[in-house]
């Protein structure tokens, strides 16, 4: 490469020490991408069982292990929408699918395409121009971009190909890409692929399966282009993913250290001339050109000195091209000529990067750590987190959202099936369990995982809906509901078992009851059970020993560390309690029109967290046994999971059950108190008026 100074080495380890304490090593770099990837299958084989024409897929920093908790990078989602084919040639062509031909012309930038719309019978142009289809000069129809621009709804935003949403206080920005799959490789990136040195790196076994891999066109067009409304990007990030994946961990500390440089030196006051994906594909290039025994922690120095070197020089030339497309041209009218001086002359002052730089970095406080690393700062007074406490809270931080996942899956399909008739939900969620079952049977080990975590929820709204129906029909449960509800009980700590508690309620079984609900309340560890909604985003707060054993162990924690909040939809009903009836009818006519797309997801159902529902069954339950000293101390519960935990997804329908409650106990002040507190946490779409008006009402009376 060049020479290296002795006290680089010397440098590179303390370097590489820090990286390994904000949790840039190897045992979290696994643990991210399996969770990662097991989202991935998780969604396969909900969407697969469903009969969903989607896939979808998780790219970007969390998937690849590229991130800090500091960098807060955003989370990056492709759906494809497989009931749409893309081709290069009418071969290609095929019965009962949307065809569009890939147009690359001499009107069309390198790394994009033109969509011409073919007709769904029979493999000739389409010639009708209407919503979204324009004619060009050639008379061929075309599919415009911009039909993305009609999905975007509530808090999302149209950012390039995405559809984002972004500045929710304490939640990561999402984005979502919906894209086209494409049945084979453009020809631009296939002569790339047989030029690569496969003898080095990629290896000749990542160039085999890179052939085999899809690519997408993305709904986004060239920004200096005239025709930006028509273009569609390309997109290799499936093979992009297998090259992140084949890194080493020194390669990885790279690339984080080269976005930690940017974000700090470069890209200021919200500008983004150096994107991570230019980054990325700079380090593609030097990975490719330089042997891969440089790349060790005891010489990262060098090598970030090398990726900055030539991010420098294809800044020279306004050229950063794309690893698959070497005509494609990522720096393409990013800058000015203005700019592009600045940003030479701020590279430049990075060079050679011999840990001076770095001690500028304020992300995870990389420079501080790095400082006391070298003796240059004692680190006695400082309050940075240590190394342990960084893989408590990734490790949390990723079983939540295994947790959060399932929840919404779920969630989902119940919401979807709202107005369906009860055979027709029924034989749905059937449906799903017997495809479960399959994949458990036939698949791989993370399928065999996936399959485990996703089936007893499913189970448990089985038995649900079946009992609500027997209570209906003759106020008993069947043994057939019975079973269903047992066999989810491993969904979580608590959700499940609470639903059956609450069956047992409903049909006056108290005693069953209440021996269920003193198993929950066994089960659930105050100081370890992390409460899990996915109603809607609001910042969690990790309990200290739920993030203790979310390091130790993997995803099927979630079975024994989580509690869902308990939903009961509105064919549910003669599941629920009267006092817990009223959240299914919170909203008024003028309320409606202050929901969001996800609120309708899940207000028109009786929601609340498991705890509190917990001590609002002890309390009625011991209360029908006469067991009055035993029903104040869970009425006191009651009282106070709803001043102090912190993770209330439905405070507000805490709350309301809390003021219920004090009515029964005659405590009409109180009560009033507990349903304004409740309007406080949610202004509108609240049952707490209704109480109120009753409250008020036995008041004067």
């Known amino acids: ?17 820090v990286l390994g304490d904000i949790g840039v090593n190897e045992k979290l770099l696994l643990k991210r991408r399996r969770s990662e990837v097991l989202e991935e299958t998780n969604k396969a084989i909900i969407y697969r069982a469903r009969k969903c024409q989607m896939t979808a897929y998780n790219f970007g920093s969390w998937p690849e292990g590229t991130t800090t908790t500091g960098l807060r990078s955003d989370t990056d989602h492709l759906l494809t929408l497989d009931y749409i084919n893309v081709i290069q040639d009418w071969s290609e062509w095929t019965l009962g699918k949307y065809n569009f031909l890939m147009i690359q012309n001499e009107t069309s930038p390198p790394g994009y395409c033109l969509l011409q719309r073919l007709r769904d019978d029979t493999p000739l142009p389409y010639t009708h121009e209407h919503n979204h289809f324009v004619k060009d000069t050639s008379g061929r129809i ?15 935003q149209r950012q390039g190909p995405s559809i984002a949403t972004t500045q929710q206080p304490g939640m990561l920005d999402r984005d979502i890409v919906s894209a086209f799959p494409c049945t084979s490789w453009p020809q631009s990136a296939k002569a790339c692929l047989g030029h690569l040195d496969v003898n080095n790196w990629p290896t000749a076994n990542m160039y085999r399966y890179i052939k085999t891999t899809k690519c997408f066109v993305v709904g986004v067009g060239n920004k200096v282009s005239e025709n930006a409304d028509f273009e569609w990007r390309l997109s290799t990030s499936l093979a992009e993913r297998c090259l992140m994946f084949s890194l080493n961990i020194t390669q990885i500390r790279c690339y984080i250290l080269m976005k930690m440089i940017i974000k700090t030196y470069i890209n200021l006051d919200n500008e983004s001339f150096i994107s991570s994906f230019m980054c990325k594909t700079v380090l593609f290039h030097c990975i490719e050109s330089k042997p891969l025994y440089i790349w060790k922690e005891c010489n990262i120095l060098s090598c970030l000195t090398y990726c900055i070197l030539t991010l420098n020089r294809c800044i020279s030339c306004r050229n950063c091209p794309h690893f698959f497309d070497r005509e494609n041209n990522l720096m393409a009218g990013k800058f000015s000529d203005k700019v592009k001086q600045e940003l030479l002359q701020t590279t430049a002052n990075l060079l050679p990067c011999d840990g001076m730089s770095l001690l500028g970095i304020q992300f995870d406080n990389v420079g501080e750590r790095l400082q006391i690393k070298l003796n240059i700062m004692n680190g006695v007074h400082h309050n940075i987190p240590s190394p342990d406490e960084y893989t408590r809270h990734t490790s949390a931080q990723l079983l939540r959202q295994t947790a959060r996942f399932i929840l919404d899956m779920h969630n989902v399909v119940i919401h979807e099936t709202k107005d369906e008739s009860l055979v027709m939900k029924l034989r749905i969620l059937l449906q799903i369990v017997q495809h479960l079952t399959r994949y458990y049977r036939d698949g791989d080990m993370l399928v065999k995982v996936s399959s485990r975590l996703l089936a007893p929820i499913y189970c448990s709204s089985i038995g649900s809906l079946i009992a609500s129906h ?7 449960v069947s043994p057939q509901a019975l079973a269903w509800l047992e066999t989810g009980f491993d969904s979580d700590v608590a959700s499940s078992r609470l639903k059956l508690a609450s069956i047992l309620y409903c049909t006056g079984q108290m005693e069953s009851a209440a021996f269920i609900l003193n198993d929950v309340d066994q089960r659930y560890n105050i100081e370890v059970t992390q409460p899990q909604c996915s109603c809607y985003d609001f910042p969690i707060t990790h309990k200290i020993g739920f993030e203790q054993i979310s390091s130790q162990y993997g995803e099927e924690a979630v079975k024994y560390m989580v509690a869902y909040c308990v939903r009961f939809s509105r064919e549910e009903i003669k599941c629920v309690p009267h006092e817990l009836q009223y959240e299914m009818f919170r909203s008024t006519q003028e309320d409606i029109q202050h929901r969001d797309i996800s609120d309708n997801i899940w207000m028109d159902c009786a929601v609340v967290d498991s705890l509190p529902y917990l001590y609002f069954l002890q309390y009625k339950t011991l209360g029908n046994l006469n067991r009055p000293e035993e029903q104040q101390q869970a009425l006191n519960k009651l009282v106070w999971v709803t001043e102090t935990e912190d993770n209330l997804g439905h405070r507000e329908t805490a709350l309301n059950l809390l003021g219920q409650c004090m009515e029964q106990e005659n405590r009409l002040d109180d009560a009033l108190q507990c349903y304004m507190l409740s309007l406080r946490e949610r202004e509108t779409n609240n049952a707490a008026k209704i109480h109120i008006c009753r409250c008020l009402a036995n008041i004067r009376l």
Request: glycine share 2%; hydrophobic share 35%.
């Open 1 to 17: 490469m060049f020479h290296t100074p002795d006290h680089y080495h010397s440098i590179s380890m303390r370097l590489s020490e």
């Open 470 to 476: 027997n209570i209906q029909i003759n106020n008993t």
């Open 142 to 156: 075309l599919l415009k971009n911009t039909i993305l621009d009609t999905i975007v709804e509530g808090i999302e």
